[in-house]
């Protein structure tokens, strides 16, 4: 078992790397170019959902995750900091219906608790809902969690002092070439028993990966508080058109921008409204086109909140993988360098899962998730950068 | 949609000489105010049909020139209008609340004037009914041409809090008394420094007479401790410099602490030729130094944006003007020194009024040796993240941050509140009601 690690990146990902390590007496050293949440972390949705993932490996680790935010809220880590609800998959046109039958069946089969609903039901129980609602699924056990918050819950847990606006600029291998020594910054070189590159977008620099990680853009929304209309929100309302747009379901193409409807009702009583996927770019900006569409959206399916205001919009960039598949895993033939990254839309639901088992690899254990799909073997491409 | 060469935003005297200005230079001009009239905060105009407060000659001559100017200049004015920012396609965005609908605009250029807002200090009770800003009641009192009723005490810092108690007392409802920080009467400082603009000279013989003519006291060197609910209003504590205290029971306190830029959110300013769209502010909104200030710094504005647009270059006046006004309010903020350390507030203090924040909540967050920015500070304590979108939370979070972690890097207001749209809340309804007009094709 390694003494002290070295993490590079405070999203989520690096917050529960160091949270998970101090759990078992390992010192950590925790660097962020800018700040706990600098980035998708910090803009992010924050469905801890398996509503909308892909059949097989990301079904199977999302539904990890939703267990181990319901854990870590037992336990008071996330206490006050993950709200449980069911996700309401809503389908207008017949072929939303028919995309929404076929994702049932799938979730059904990783074992997942779903119940269909029909147009009366819909009517009757969900006046919320526009009437145009052809049918709905409610998926069970889900939750919300806001990345920021799990962030710094993960960092408070943990006890350590994160070294911000310090970046990574490279790591340094020993002088046989065998292993990993640590990372150098601005500031100097800091040395440890193994290196976990968590940075986002700022893996690719360092590991070669330009070009297999891509900025994919999400423009979100959050509105005044709305109790009234927010209490009568059962759980959170996905368009089915999130499915195709997310390319859960094989074979549909992606447009370069996709708007995808969710409306979460949060604690607060305020609402979050999603969001873009874009291709272009990694900006991190709002326009009104792209607002006003979503809002549109929003209250075509949820006609009451065309009285309630808006009051922020914010955009952050997913770091999405070439074949879609995060990267979890040992970096090469060096023992001690890890790497966790490419969660595109889905890391703040599978970010603490996935390291809680690339922290069993660090310390020699089988980790509980199966990590083979996600391996960096299949890059070929991917090594220290010079 | 809109289009023009220069979107002013802010028709207060700042917006209006930059609208005057530029179309005065050849520039095709619009302007948004949030309001129904012109004037902005210093030229508060009354509402029709009231009889307005008394006022110098020499006030009234200035608003008679600059609303005369701006009659005559071709410029379209968009009342109602709520400037929401600048979005990631350049255009910028208000909400026309007349109409019910968010309004995107193609500028070239966008100069914004939105003025200043007033510094409140946290202390218990601020957040009660019946307290406001000292300024909030003075251009109250500009709109109804009325007095605001009933026992009001004036508190905080600097020579506003003199000119809205000689206004009152003009208006026939003097206030109780005036609590000062500073002591602008202590020997050894004299006033020759206001010699570089007479006229605030003036203006401060005027104000004073009227306020010791009508018999108010003016505590200097106190500071006001809290403010309580009383079954006669409110009570309110003030401690002097020798450590006295003594209570006033009033209906109202109007607290002031000087004013700084109403710069939340704003976009960030972009002065290239190649900026796309040039954005720029003036007046108070870019520099705090009054209202004489606001309208030459708006015709400087006016001047620039021009020559970045291939208008060519210009000179008014306005830069000298700009250094005596700068250097006379350098002198007002020497002679209105603290002259009484800051007192203790207490960890129940509220500190953000949206969230229900208080001060020991963000002592609590900052502790410990891991330095959180600003924005985790926003984000996990929720202090700038209400409606009023920190600007009234903002820069006191910051300011308090900094003092809670000295050798740790300052922490500024912007930090906060970041720079993006919408500036302000806006309806959903018209939000929605934008995407019925087309994108603009050029
Ligand atoms: C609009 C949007 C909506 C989303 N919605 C959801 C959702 O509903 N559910 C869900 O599960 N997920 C969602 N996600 C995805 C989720 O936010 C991300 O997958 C997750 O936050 C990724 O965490 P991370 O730690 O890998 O990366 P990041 O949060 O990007 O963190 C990387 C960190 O590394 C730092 N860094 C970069 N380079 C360096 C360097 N060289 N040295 C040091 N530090 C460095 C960065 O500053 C940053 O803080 C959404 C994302 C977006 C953008
Ligand atoms: C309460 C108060 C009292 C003051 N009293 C005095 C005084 O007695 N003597 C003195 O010399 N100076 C005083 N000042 C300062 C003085 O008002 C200013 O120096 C002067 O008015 C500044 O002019 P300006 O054009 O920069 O801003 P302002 O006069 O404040 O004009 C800004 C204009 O912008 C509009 N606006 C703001 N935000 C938006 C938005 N998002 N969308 C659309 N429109 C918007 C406002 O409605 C306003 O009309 C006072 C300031 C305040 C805040």
């Known amino acids: ?244 747009s997310k390319g859960s379901q094989k074979g549909r193409p992606a447009p370069a921008r996709g708007l995808a409807l969710v409306v979460d009702p949060l604690r607060t009583g305020q609402f979050l409204i999603g969001g873009t996927r874009e291709d272009h770019g990694d900006r991190r900006t709002n326009d009104l086109d792209a607002v006003s569409k979503i809002l549109a959206d929003a209250v075509a399916l949820i006609p009451g909140l065309v009285d309630v205001r808006l009051l922020r919009c914010f955009a952050g960039a997913r770091t999405a993988v070439v074949d879609g598949l995060p990267i979890i895993g040992r970096v090469g033939s060096f023992g001690n360098l890890f790497v966790a990254t490419g969660f595109e839309g889905d890391g703040i639901c599978l970010g603490p899962v996935s390291a809680e088992s690339v922290v069993a690899m660090v310390c020699g254990e089988k980790p509980a998730l199966n990590l083979d799909p996600f391996t960096p073997s299949r890059f070929p491409k991917l090594r220290i950068a010079a | 949609m809109p289009k023009c060469d220069v979107l002013v935003v802010g028709g207060g005297p700042a917006g209006m000489a930059a609208a005057v200005t530029a179309s005065q230079l050849g520039l095709s001009v619009e302007m948004i105010e949030q309001r129904r009239t012109l004037g902005g905060a210093f ?244 520099e705090p130094l009054g209202a004489l200030a606001a309208e030459a710094d708006g015709a400087l504005a006016a001047r620039k944006v021009a020559a970045l647009l291939g208008h060519g270059q210009s000179r008014g006046g306005e830069q000298a003007l700009l250094g005596r006004l700068r250097q006379a309010q350098a002198v007002l903020a020497k002679l209105f020194a603290p002259t009484i350390a800051p007192l203790d507030v207490p960890d129940h203090t509220t500190l953000c009024r949206c969230e229900g924040r208080t001060i020991g909540d963000l002592k609590n967050l900052v502790a410990g040796a891991d330095l959180k920015s600003g924005r985790e500070v926003k984000h996990n304590g929720r202090f700038s993240m209400g409606s009023c979108q920190g600007r009234f939370c903002a820069a006191n979070t910051a300011e308090l941050m900094t003092r809670l972690r000295p050798g740790a890097p300052p922490v500024v207001a912007s930090d906060l509140t970041g720079q993006r749209w919408p500036l302000r809340p806006v309806s959903i309804a018209a939000l929605v009601a934008a995407t019925k007009v087309k994108a603009p094709v050029d």
């Open chain 1, 1 to 244: 078992m390694p003494s002290s690690v070295i993490v590079a990146g405070a999203g989520i990902v690096g917050a529960a790397l160091a949270y998970f390590l101090s759990a078992r007496g390992i010192r950590v050293e925790l660097f962020d170019e800018e700040a706990p949440a600098a980035q998708a972390s910090g803009a992010a949705d924050g469905a801890v959902s398996v509503a909308s993932k892909r059949p097989g490996a990301m079904m199977t680790t999302a539904l990890a995750g939703i267990a181990l935010y319901r854990k870590l809220a037992r336990d008071g880590v996330f206490a006050d900091l993950f709200k449980p609800r069911s996700t309401f998959l809503v389908a207008a046109s017949d072929a939303e219906c028919e995309v929404l039958e076929a994702h049932c069946a799938a979730l059904s089969g990783a074992g997942v608790r779903v119940t269909k609903i029909d147009r009366a039901t819909v009517a009757e129980k969900f006046r919320v809902l526009s009437p145009d609602v052809g049918m709905a699924a409610e998926v069970h056990d889900e939750g919300h969690a806001i990345g920021y918050q799990i962030v710094h819950g993960l960092l408070r847990a943990s006890g350590i002092a994160v070294r911000r606006r310090e970046k990574v600029q490279r790591i340094l291998v020993s002088s046989d070439g065998t292993c990993v020594k640590g990372v150098a910054t601005a500031k100097g070189e800091y040395t440890a028993d193994a290196v976990i590159i968590a940075s986002g977008l700022g893996s690719a620099d360092l590991l070669g990966l330009s070009g297999t990680l891509i900025p994919r853009k999400g423009q979100l929304l959050v509105t005044e508080r709305a109790p009234a209309l927010n209490g009568r929100m059962p759980g959170a309302m996905m368009s089915c058109r999130y499915l195709l």
């Open chain 2, 43 to 286: 030229f508060r105009q009354p509402i029709e049909g009231v009889r307005p407060i008394p006022q110098r000659a020499s006030v009234k001559a200035r608003w008679h020139k600059l609303s005369a100017d701006m009659s005559r200049a071709p410029v379209r004015i968009h009342y109602g209008c709520v400037f929401l920012g600048v979005d990631s396609d350049g255009f910028v965005l208000f909400e026309d609340r007349q109409v019910g609908e968010v309004v995107r605009c193609a500028a070239r250029a966008v100069i914004i004037a939105t003025g200043a807002i007033e510094k409140v200090h946290p202390i218990p009770g601020w957040d009660r009914p019946g307290v406001s800003t000292a300024g909030g009641l003075q251009v109250m009192m500009k709109e109804t041409g009325q007095a605001p009723k009933g026992r009001i005490l004036l508190a905080g810092n600097g020579p506003l809090l003199i000119a809205a108690a000689a206004q009152m007392a003009m208006v026939g409802n003097p206030p109780v008394a005036i609590v000062e920080s500073g002591d602008p009467m202590r020997p050894g400082l004299t006033g020759l420094g206001l010699l570089v603009a007479p006229y605030l000279l003036v203006e401060a013989f005027g104000f004073l007479r009227a306020v010791y003519g009508a018999g108010v006291p003016w505590l200097r060197g106190a500071r006001i401790e809290g403010i309580e609910a009383h079954a006669q209003g409110l009570q309110a504590t003030v401690v002097r410099r020798n450590g006295e205290r003594s209570a006033f029971v009033v209906d109202r306190v109007g607290l002031h602490e000087g004013i700084r830029s109403n710069d939340m959110g704003l976009p960030a300013i972009a002065d290239a030729s190649t900026s796309s769209p040039i954005v720029i502010r003036a007046g108070d909104c870019s």
